[in-house]
């Protein structure tokens, strides 16, 4: 079945205590995508990737790292969270001639 | 660039109703356009997608939408509402090879 894996689905940590969101395709898709959803903002997309080894920001990267060491994963990576990171995040894959397909979403709260 | 402007963060209709909810985009080269629906705690569900061709798309679950280059415009209906679709709707534009852009979502609610 073709999906968009998140772990872990909810996540609750302490400020400043580093963290990773991993996320994995089985598409076999050069695209891959962060955003974050917040109340009234919808999503906004935090990093993208076009392919292995090649990222780019999006419209809200501070405080945020990727990498893309293979293809089928896009790990988010948050080196010291904040408060104002507390948000539902979402990754996303697309190829060249599909939608983007999403994963479940990781709710995070930095207290 | 690319960007979505949805009108109206919540649509109120009651069941049986007409369903309209609105999006305007901008993009520099002819857009893929696409409508996104997420029930409560759930991730993003495609409900159709424009990319060439025939300029009105169906969808699932009985929506559709028309894609009008004079206006900017890809405006999702459904002829009669239904409890069921009561959800957040995100419109999305794509300039083809990267990952949309979204709008700011507009909630449906639907009314007995």
């Known amino acids: 079945e073709a999906q968009v894996t998140q772990n872990p689905r909810y996540l609750i940590t302490v400020t400043g205590k580093k963290l990773t969101v991993t996320c994995s395709q089985n598409m076999n898709h050069e695209y891959m995508s962060w955003y974050r959803q917040d109340p009234g903002l919808g999503l906004r997309q935090i990093y993208y990737s076009m392919n292995v080894e090649v990222t780019d920001k999006g419209d809200v990267p501070e405080g945020y790292k990727v990498s893309r060491k293979e293809k089928r994963n896009f790990p988010l990576i948050l080196e010291s969270p904040s408060p104002n990171q507390t948000s539902l995040y979402f990754c996303a894959s697309r190829g060249m001639n599909t939608e983007a397909f999403f994963g479940q979403g990781t709710r995070l709260t930095v207290v | 660039a690319q960007s979505v402007t949805q009108l109206g963060s919540h649509v109120s209709v009651s069941e049986g109703a007409l369903v309209l909810l609105r999006c305007n985009y901008s993009s520099s080269v002819p857009p893929y356009l696409f409508w996104y629906v997420q029930y409560p705690n759930q991730g993003l569900q495609l409900l159709l997608k424009y990319t060439t061709g025939a300029t009105l798309v169906k969808g699932i679950n009985g929506f559709e939408a028309e894609f009008k280059k004079s206006e900017t415009s890809f405006h999702l209906t459904k002829p009669s509402a239904h409890m069921s679709d009561a959800a957040e709707y995100f419109c999305?534009?794509?300039?083809?090879?990267?990952?949309?852009?979204f709008g700011r979502g507009t909630s449906l609610i639907v009314h007995p």
């Open positions: 999305a534009v794509s300039d083809h090879g990267y990952i949309p852009t």
